[in-house]
């Protein structure tokens, strides 16, 4: 993909962006945030997860 075709692509994304109505946006914006994944799941992995099961079962 040259240079200019990126550009146009960039320009169309954004315009259609700024096109949508406020509330939309922030719908849209909210639903992705809720439905990302926890965040010590995203960068590490399982082993958080694995963690903290292993010291909830210590503790009982």
């Known amino acids: ?7 146009k692509y960039m320009t169309q ?4 962006y ?3 109505p406020r509330q939309l946006r922030k719908e849209t914006k909210l639903k992705k945030k ?12 399982v082993l958080p997860i694995a963690f903290s099961l292993m010291f909830k079962r210590k503790k009982r």
């Open 1 to 7: 993909m040259s240079t200019n075709d990126y550009v």
């Open 13 to 16: 994304q954004f315009v259609s």
């Open 18 to 20: 700024l096109d949508q």
């Open 34 to 45: 809720t439905e990302r994944a926890p965040f010590t799941s995203h960068w590490f992995g």
